[in-house]
């Protein structure tokens, strides 16, 4: 016997199964920005010079999958005129002095390429991602979006109760900020080939 079957004998912790109501679904998608989501800017350029095995594979994966697949499902959301929100992730403040204390430039300088204030190139959204008119752009602070801004009491304002999420990267933002929402109550799902990492 294998650990898979020993797994698949442990009881189920999943979520019940729920359906989308498509008027009370939004689209959630995290940091595609040019600072995390492009191989030439801020983390790529980083990665490229000390990991290069790991920026091949990652911004591979963004281009290959992870950009094409959250441009369908962005068309699907709105052919049907559904909410879209974008988040970014950044300071604020050119100092970054406005980011959580462990986040800032003085206190964490391997995370440097990745902040890039709000208004410098390298924060904006990837063109072929980028928000058009009526769709929300949340600016966070932090990994998951629930812990710097106001967007759950966004997302009730717009009567949203379900999540669709994509974008970067999996483990850090995608995960924080889904985790987050389900703990919130939302019905969350994940597209996992819409993600990267």
């Known amino acids: 016997m294998s650990w898979r ?9 999943a979520p019940a199964a729920f359906e989308l109501e498509l008027a009370r679904t939004g689209l959630v998608i995290v940091d595609m920005q040019y600072v995390d989501a492009h191989r030439d800017y801020g983390l790529g350029r980083s990665l490229r010079e ?25 068309d699907a959301f709105r052919e049907r005129g559904m909410r879209v929100i974008h988040l970014t992730v950044g300071p604020e403040l ?4 406005d980011m959580v204390p462990l986040r800032r430039p003085r206190t964490a300088p391997g995370l440097a390429p ?3 204030h709000k208004g410098t190139f390298e924060h904006r959204i990837l063109e072929e991602l980028a928000p058009i008119e009526g769709e929300l752009v949340i600016n966070k602070t932090s990994r998951g979006a629930f812990n710097s801004t106001a967007i759950e009491r966004v997302l009730k304002n ?33 597209v996992e080939d819409a993600t990267a990492e």
């Open 50 to 74: 000390t990991h290069t095995a790991v920026w091949d594979y990652y911004f591979t994966r963004i281009e290959r999958l992870v950009v094409p697949n959250t441009s369908r499902v962005l």
């Open 158 to 190: 717009l009567d949203l109760d379900a999540l669709v999420v994509c974008g970067v990267s999996t483990s850090s933002c995608v995960e924080t900020t889904a985790r987050d929402a389900a703990d919130r109550g939302f019905k969350v799902v994940v």
């Open 5 to 13: 079957d020993d797994v698949k004998a442990l009881p189920s912790f």
């Open 94 to 97: 050119a100092d970054g002095g």
């Open 114 to 116: 990745m902040l890039h």
